[in-house]
C-alpha cells in the first residue's frame, strides 16, 4: 500500500534536503491546471521522482510502429503537475532556502501554497528558484507545473528536445532538494588557472538577504586531490562590500603544480569560508568546488594543453540512454562510458546539440576526457521543401526569432556559470549546422571569450550548410568544426562517405590540402557513419521505456525473405566492414601534420533518424563482439603507427614500398625508439622481418621514422599479407592487410566450359549437353547496383545512396581456393565491387544461398549475390555478375577470381544440385 505523501518525510543532509519519493500528481494535456488553480488543491495521482512521466507509466499508449526510432511506450508531449508537502522548521526562519531541480524538459513553474514563485526554462541547466519570500515556518505545499511542449522553434533534431535519442520526456531528474543556507552566503565560486604563472585566480559571489554588510572576511584554502603537498592558503578582508560585484583575488599556487591532462587528470579543490558582520549580527558559511590547472589554447592549427599539442581522437554522444530515455544523472554511469572510450582510445566527446548534466563533467575530469558542449540547437531546414520527416522540423533562420535568440544567450550564460570550473570543459559550439545571422553567432562568440577565457569557441559545427559562410571558419572562432573545405571552388571532404567508392585504396590520403588557408585547429565532423547490420540479439536489453519496434520489423523482415539464420552473419560481416572503413577514416586524419582532431559519428549506435545502428558499441555502449579495444585502439590511441603505401593490392612484379610514421600525442617524447617490422602470410607465418633506424618522435608531432622496401617476387600465389609493425617500448602494434597476385597468371577456358553474357540459343543448348556455362550477365534487369562500402548512415534518412552493406561468402568455399578472401568484404575487393550489380535471388529455394552473398539493407532484405551455382536441366552454370573477361585484361584481381572460377568449374567438384525457378534465368535470357 502507498504510504500517502501528506505525511511529511524529511531526510536532512547538513543544509540540504532530498525531495526525492512518492509525489502527488496529474497530468494536464488541456492546459487547464494554472486557470483552475490545481497549486490550491492535492493532486490526485501519485508519482515517484527523480524520474519521468512514462517510467511511471502515465502518457498516451503508443501502438504506431515507428521504424525511424526505438518506439516509446507511452508519450506525453503537455502540462504535467507534480506536489508535495513539506515541513519549514522554524529554526529557519532566518535562512535563504532555494529548491533546486537539476534538470527538466522544458519550462518549470513553481508554487509555494498559493504564491507563484517564478519560472525557469533552462534544458542545460538546473532550475533554481529562491523561496525566501514564500514560505513560512509550518507545513508548506510545493506545486511544479512541468511543460515539455516546445517553447522555442528549435524543432526535434537537436539532441535536447528529440525523440531520436534522448526522448522528449517529462518530468524532474537527477538531484531534487531544497536548500537552507545562512543569510549572507556563499553563491558562486570560479577558479580560473593560470598555470605558467602558478597562480589561480578567484571570483566569489556573495549572496546576502539582509541588504547592507559592514565586513565581510573570506579564507581560501586550496589542496591537490590525492596528494600529499600541503595546501595552500588565502585570506581576504573587505571593509565595505559592493554585493552586485563578484570579490576576486588571486591564490599562488606551488611551483610544481599538478596540473590536468588526459593523461594525469589531477584535480585540485578549493574551500572558501565566509565571515561577515552585519547589524543582525555575525554569519558564517563555506563552500568547496573543484577544478584543474590546466591553460588550453590554440597556436596556428595546434590546440595546446598545457603548452603541449593535443589531438582530438573524438565521438559524439548525442545522448543515448534507452532505459530510461533521459540522461544519466550519476557520476558512475558517465565514469563507465567514458572508460570504455578510453579503452578504445578516445580522449574527446561531443555533445552534439545538448549539454549533458553536471555528473558528466565530474567523470571526465576525474578521466582526462575533453569535452565540447553545444548550445540546444540544431535546425534541420527552414525551407518547408527541405523538410525530411515532419513539417514541424521547419524552423525560422537565425536571426528571425529574438525570444529564440534571447533564450540561446541565456543558456550559454547559465553553461558556462554552471560547469566553468570543469578542466574537461573545454570547447563550447552554437549549435549544429546553423543557418542564418552569422553575425549573431559571432556576438555569442565573441562575448564567451570575454566572459569565460577557459574555454574555446566556435559559432557553430559544420557550417557549411550555409552557402553564405563559403565553408570555411566565420570571424571570431577560434577552432573550426567541418567536414567539407572548399579548394579553387569545388568542395573537398574531410571524409570518406565521398571517397571510398571512387577512389582505388590506398594509405596515402591525408586532409593537409583541405588545411589549406585555415590557420585554426580543425576537427573533421561527424567521421565514419558506416552502418553495421541491426543485432537482433540485442533486443532483450531493452527493458525500459524505449522498444526496439523498428529491429523486431527488420528482424521480421528478414525471415519473411528465409534468411533468418544469417543476421549474426550479416552483423558481423558489415560490421567487419564497417571497421575498416572507420579504421581508415581516423588514419587520414592521424596522417594529416598539425590536425585538430576528428570527432567521430559515431562509436557507438545511433538508434534515431532512420536507426542508424553506425557503431563498434551499440547503444548501451556494449560491444557488438567486431573489433576489440585492444585493436582498435592501435589505430585510434594516443601513439600510432602509421603506413603509407600508394595501394593496398600488388602483383609480384612490384616490390612493397612503405613509408612509416609515428603519430605520437602520448605523454612524453619517444626517444631512442625501434620500429620492428615483419611480413606475415594469412596464418602469420613470418616471411620477411627487419627494423628500422632509431628515431626520436617528439611528443604532439607526426615524425617520419623510414621506410620498408620489400621485392614481392617470392609470392607466387594469390596470397593475403600482413604487415606488422610494432613499438617494443609501448607494447604496441600495427596490422596493415595487403594482397599480392601473381602477373603471369594465365587463364586457360577448357572447350567443355562456355563463358557467356546470356542465355541464349547457344548457351542453353550448350547446357542441353550437360555442358558448363560461366555466366556474366550482361543484362540489368533484376539487377541491383551494389557498391564497396556499406550503407552510409542509413537508407531511411539517405535513401538515394546503394543499399549493400558488404559481402558474405565461406572463404572456404572451393569456387575461392585460389582467391584468398575473408568472410567479408575487404579492401582487395574493391576492383570488383564499387560499381558493380548484385543478382535479385528473392524466389530462389528457402535454402539456397549464393557463394557470395550480397547483404541488403534491412528495411528490405533482399536475397542478393554476386557469385551462384545452380543446376539447369542437363547442364550447370556459375553465375558471376561481375564483368571479370572485361577487367581481367588490365586488372589482376579480377583475372584471379576468373582463374579460380574456372579452376573449380573444370573440378569434379563442380557439381550445383539446386535448381532455380524459370524466372530467374529469364533475367538473364
Not at 510502429?65 to 518506439?71: I, T, Y
Not at 529548491?99 to 517564478?118: A, H, K, M, P, S
Not at 557520476?331 to 578516445?346: A, F, P, T, V
Not at 563559403?470 to 569545388?490: C, F, K, S, T, W
Amino acid at each position: 500500500m502507498i504510504q500517502s505523501l501528506k505525511e511529511v518525510k524529511m531526510v536532512d543532509s547538513g543544509f540540504t534536503i532530498s525531495l526525492a519519493g512518492k509525489w502527488h500528481f496529474a497530468l494536464d494535456p488541456q492546459n487547464i491546471g494554472e486557470k483552475n488553480q490545481w497549486f490550491h488543491r492535492a493532486l490526485d495521482g501519485e508519482i515517484v521522482l527523480p524520474g519521468s512521466v512514462e517510467e511511471n507509466g502515465y502518457g498516451d499508449k503508443v501502438n504506431i510502429p515507428d521504424m525511424l526510432r526505438l518506439n516509446r511506450q507511452y508519450r506525453y508531449i503537455g502540462l504535467a503537475w507534480y506536489q508535495r508537502d513539506v515541513e519549514i522548521s522554524k529554526d529557519w526562519n532566518a535562512k535563504y532556502i532555494t529548491l533546486f531541480l537539476e534538470r527538466c524538459l522544458w519550462e518549470t513553474r513553481v508554487w509555494i501554497n498559493d504564491q507563484f514563485v517564478g519560472r525557469r526554462d533552462s534544458l542545460s541547466t538546473p532550475h533554481e528558484y529562491d523561496l525566501n519570500r514564500f514560505v513560512t515556518p509550518g507545513r508548506c505545499r510545493i506545486t511544479i507545473c512541468v511543460d515539455n511542449t516546445e517553447k522555442y522553434r528549435i524543432g526535434t533534431w537537436g539532441h535536447s528536445y528529440s525523440d531520436d535519442m534522448q526522448t522528449i520526456w517529462n518530468g524532474i531528474i537527477g538531484r531534487i532538494e531544497l536548500r537552507v543556507q545562512e543569510e549572507v552566503f556563499l553563491q558562486d565560486i570560479q577558479v580560473y588557472p593560470f598555470p605558467t604563472a602558478k597562480k589561480a585566480r578567484v571570483a566569489v559571489k556573495i549572496g546576502n538577504t539582509l541588504g547592507s554588510i559592514e565586513e565581510i572576511c573570506l579564507s581560501a584554502r586550496v589542496w591537490a586531490v590525492g596528494k600529499e603537498a600541503p595546501a595552500l592558503t588565502q585570506s581576504i578582508h573587505y571593509k565595505l562590500f559592493n554585493e552586485m560585484e563578484p570579490i576576486e583575488f588571486e591564490i599562488p599556487m606551488e611551483d610544481e603544480s599538478w596540473l590536468w591532462d588526459e593523461f594525469n587528470p589531477n584535480m585540485y579543490q578549493i574551500q572558501v569560508k565566509l565571515h561577515a558582520n552585519s547589524e543582525q549580527g555575525c554569519h558564517e558559511d563555506e563552500k568547496t568546488v573543484a577544478f584543474g590547472m590546466r591553460n588550453f589554447d590554440i597556436e596556428g592549427s595546434r590546440f595546446l594543453l598545457n603548452g603541449l599539442p593535443v589531438f582530438f581522437r573524438g565521438t559524439l554522444d548525442c545522448g543515448s540512454f534507452p532505459i530510461t530515455g533521459y540522461p544519466a544523472m550519476d557520476i558512475e554511469s558517465w565514469r563507465r562510458i567514458y572508460r570504455i572510450g578510453k579503452d578504445y582510445g578516445l580522449n574527446h566527446f561531443r555533445y552534439h546539440s545538448w549539454c549533458p548534466p553536471e555528473a558528466a563533467f565530474i567523470a571526465a575530469d576525474e578521466l582526462g576526457i575533453f569535452l565540447q558542449v553545444e548550445l540546444p540547437f540544431f535546425p534541420l531546414t527552414n525551407n518547408p521543401s527541405e523538410v525530411i520527416f515532419s513539417p514541424h522540423d521547419c524552423v525560422p533562420p537565425l536571426g528571425s526569432d529574438p525570444e529564440r535568440e534571447q533564450f540561446f544567450q541565456e543558456e550559454l550564460e547559465r553553461i558556462l556559470d554552471e560547469y566553468g570550473n570543469h578542466p574537461s570543459f573545454v570547447l563550447m559550439c552554437m549549435g549544429n549546422e546553423l543557418k542564418g545571422d552569422y553575425d549573431f553567432l559571432a556576438g555569442m562568440v565573441e562575448h564567451g571569450k570575454q566572459k569565460d577565457g577557459r574555454h574555446l569557441y566556435t559559432s557553430c559545427s559544420n557550417n557549411s550548410v550555409d552557402p553564405s559562410v563559403e565553408i570555411r571558419p566565420y570571424p571570431g572562432d577560434q577552432y573550426y568544426v567541418a567536414h567539407a573545405a572548399l579548394i579553387d571552388n569545388v568542395r573537398s571532404d574531410r571524409r570518406c562517405e565521398n571517397r571510398f567508392n571512387v577512389e582505388r585504396p590506398e594509405t596515402m590520403s591525408d586532409y593537409r590540402q583541405q588545411q589549406e588557408g585555415i590557420d585554426m585547429p580543425i576537427l573533421s565532423h561527424e567521421v565514419g557513419q558506416w552502418m553495421v547490420y541491426p543485432n537482433f540479439e540485442e533486443m532483450k536489453k531493452y527493458t525500459g521505456v524505449l522498444k526496439p519496434v523498428n529491429f523486431q520489423f527488420f528482424k521480421e523482415s528478414l525471415e519473411s525473405k528465409d534468411m533468418g539464420e544469417q543476421a549474426k552473419d550479416f552483423v558481423n560481416a558489415s560490421g567487419k566492414l564497417a571497421a575498416l572503413l572507420y579504421r581508415e577514416e581516423i588514419e587520414r586524419s592521424l596522417r594529416t601534420p598539425n590536425y585538430g582532431g576528428f570527432q567521430l559519428l559515431d562509436i557507438h549506435d545511433y538508434h534515431g533518424q532512420g536507426s542508424s545502428t553506425i557503431g563498434m558499441l551499440d547503444a548501451f555502449w556494449d560491444s557488438k563482439g567486431l573489433i576489440g579495444a585492444e585493436e582498435f585502439r592501435n589505430f585510434c590511441g594516443p601513439v600510432v603507427i602509421l603506413v603509407r603505401m600508394q595501394q593496398r593490392v600488388w602483383s609480384n612484379r612490384e616490390t612493397l614500398l612503405a613509408e612509416i610514421s609515428i603519430a605520437n600525442y602520448g605523454n612524453r617524447t619517444l626517444t631512442d625508439e625501434t620500429i620492428v617490422w615483419r611480413i606475415l602470410d594469412s596464418n602469420r607465418h613470418p616471411l620477411n622481418h627487419g627494423k628500422l633506424p632509431k628515431i626520436v618522435a617528439p611528443r604532439g608531432q607526426l615524425t617520419i621514422a623510414g621506410n620498408i622496401s620489400v621485392a614481392l617476387s617470392p609470392i607466387l600465389k594469390a596470397e593475403k599479407l600482413i604487415l606488422e609493425l610494432g613499438l617494443e617500448s609501448l607494447k604496441i602494434s600495427n596490422c596493415n592487410e595487403f594482397w599480392v597476385y601473381p602477373d603471369n597468371l594465365q587463364v586457360d577456358i577448357p572447350p567443355e566450359i562456355k563463358i557467356s553474357g546470356r542465355l541464349d540459343q547457344e548457351a542453353e543448348a550448350h547446357l542441353a549437353k550437360g555442358g558448363k556455362i560461366l555466366l556474366l550477365p550482361e543484362t540489368d534487369q533484376e539487377m541491383e547496383a551494389i557498391g564497396f562500402t556499406t550503407v552510409f548512415w542509413n537508407t531511411q534518412l539517405f535513401k538515394n545512396q546503394k543499399k549493400s552493406m558488404g559481402i558474405f561468402c565461406d572463404p572456404h568455399h572451393p569456387a575461392l581456393a585460389d582467391f584468398p578472401t575473408d568472410y567479408h568484404t575487404n579492401w582487395q575487393w574493391w576492383d570488383l565491387l564499387h560499381d558493380a550489380k548484385a543478382a535479385v535471388l528473392n524466389d530462389t529455394p528457402i535454402d539456397f544461398r549464393p557463394i557470395v552473398q550480397v547483404i541488403d539493407h534491412p528495411l528490405r532484405n533482399n536475397k542478393e549475390g554476386i557469385l551462384f551455382e545452380a543446376k539447369k536441366g542437363q547442364g550447370t552454370l556459375l553465375v558471376c555478375t561481375v564483368p571479370l573477361t572485361k577487367k581481367a585484361d588490365k586488372n589482376f584481381v579480377a583475372r584471379q577470381l576468373l582463374y579460380s572460377l574456372i579452376t573449380y568449374m573444370n573440378n569434379s567438384g563442380f557439381a550445383p544440385e539446386k535448381e532455380l525457378p524459370a524466372n530467374i534465368w529469364a533475367n538473364f535470357q
